[in-house]
């Protein structure tokens, strides 16, 4: 399984970016899946999550209410959309893929993980 994050790029405080993550090698898109962060001198942290049915999400308290995660399970992509940037959601975003349909926070829980992508907002 190989996922290819892409969407990142360089944009100032208050406006937008959707991030995508395109998966191969699978027959089958009904795994969770997830994104995650990592500002720097920071550990990486939880971002959003989606269930393989895409009917339950979870989101970081700090991105709640500006960013969304959904799933086109045609294209076996997951997006983030991200509204109301803010200076401190400059990070390297990485998409995740879980074994399973569960949602989960806990990166421990991804078994694949995509290259990252940066993310910089400019105040």
């Known amino acids: 399984v190989q996922l290819q994050a892409s969407g990142g790029g360089l944009v100032q405080a208050g406006t937008s970016l959707r991030l995508s993550c395109a998966a191969s090698?699978?027959?089958?898109?009904?795994?969770?899946s997830a994104w995650f962060r990592q500002a720097p001198g920071k550990e990486r942290e939880f971002v959003a999550a989606?269930?393989?049915?895409?009917?339950?999400?979870k989101y970081a308290d700090s991105v709640k209410g500006r960013f969304t995660i959904s799933r086109d399970d045609a294209k076996t992509t997951v997006y983030l959309q991200m509204n109301s940037l803010k200076f401190e959601d400059t990070a390297v975003y990485y998409c995740?893929?879980?074994?399973?349909?569960?949602?989960?926070?806990?990166?421990?829980?991804?078994?694949?993980w995509g290259q990252g992508t940066q993310v910089t907002v400019s105040s």
């Open positions: 090698g699978r027959t089958s898109s009904s795994y969770a």
């Open positions: 995740a893929s879980a074994a399973s349909s569960l949602l989960v926070d806990g990166e421990d829980w991804y078994d694949y």
């Open positions: 989606i269930s393989g049915s895409g009917r339950s999400t």
